[in-house]
T-cell receptor, first 115, second 112 residues
Framework: DTGVSQDPRHKITKRGQNVTFRCDPI?????LYWYRQTLGQGPEFLTY????????KSRLLSDRFSAERPKGSFSTLEIQRTEQGDSAMYLC?????????????FGPGTRLLVL | GNSVTQMEGPVTLSEEAFLTINCTYT??????LFWYVQYPGEGLQLLLK?????DKGSNKGFEATYRKETTSFHLEKGSVQVSDSAVYFC???????????FGGGTRLMVKP
């Protein structure tokens, strides 16, 4: 079990550019989540997938944000036309879903800085 | 949806002191409850969890009891160590929305 991995770990971009992050969940996990964490705050839910289906999206996820999980394994989160307010840590988590008290396992995160 | 109130930090303690970090929540129904910990420079890790009323989660000397009557899940440890210095997050799981709702986190600093 190699855990949840995320790539890149750090990204610096200029306002208006597009960025894409990747998440590789724990191999047998069918659920995958994206959260955003700003400095000094707790993570906030963005969206989640069960297998390849995106089942829930937060109102935080503006139309500049899109997430995919095409084969039910890895996922990508793209932010188009980045804004300085998008600067945050983007966290991915996975779980073997469906049971009471399912545990989400988090990756190390991708820290985004928009200049 | 769920919401969480955690005691604000930082909490500064001497080694071997008793720790309590308060957490109360509002939720529809009876969510599962989690404490996650974030050590400096590391990702979020599950510390402990409880899935129903009166359950006690425990790990690494930390404990928390699911109190339905007071909608609380306070974290306790009898004797903290310097290595416990981290940020602690309380998080109920929203069964309907399939998401964790995190509190703002409580930074714990333990001095030798």
């Amino acid at each position: 079990d190699t855990g949840v991995s995320q790539d890149p770990r750090h990204k610096i971009t200029k306002r208006g550019q597009n960025v894409t992050f990747r998440c590789d969940p724990i191999s047998e996990h069918n659920r995958l989540y994206w959260y955003r964490q700003t400095l000094g705050q707790g993570p906030e839910f963005l969206t989640y997938f069960q297998n390849e289906a995106q089942l829930e999206k937060s109102r935080l996820l503006s139309d500049r944000f899109s997430a995919e999980r095409p084969k039910g394994s890895f996922s990508t989160l793209e932010i188009q036309r980045t804004e300085q307010g998008d600067s945050a840590m983007y966290l991915c988590a996975s779980s073997l879903g469906g049971g009471l008290g399912e545990t989400q396992y988090f990756g190390p995160g991708t820290r985004l800085l928009v200049l | 949806g769920n919401s969480v109130t955690q005691m604000e930090g930082p909490v500064t303690l001497s080694e071997e002191a008793f720790l309590t970090i308060n957490c109360t929540y509002t939720a529809t129904g009876y969510p599962s409850l989690f404490w996650y910990v974030q050590y400096p420079g590391e990702g979020l890790q599950l510390l402990l969890k409880a899935t129903k009323a009166d359950d006690k989660g425990s790990n690494k000397g930390f404990e928390a009891t699911y109190r339905k009557e007071t909608t609380s899940f306070h974290l306790e440890k009898g004797s903290v160590q310097v290595s416990d210095s981290a940020v602690y997050f309380c998080a109920p799981y929203n069964n309907a929305g399939n998401m964790l709702t995190f509190g703002g986190g409580t930074r714990l600093m333990v001095k030798p």
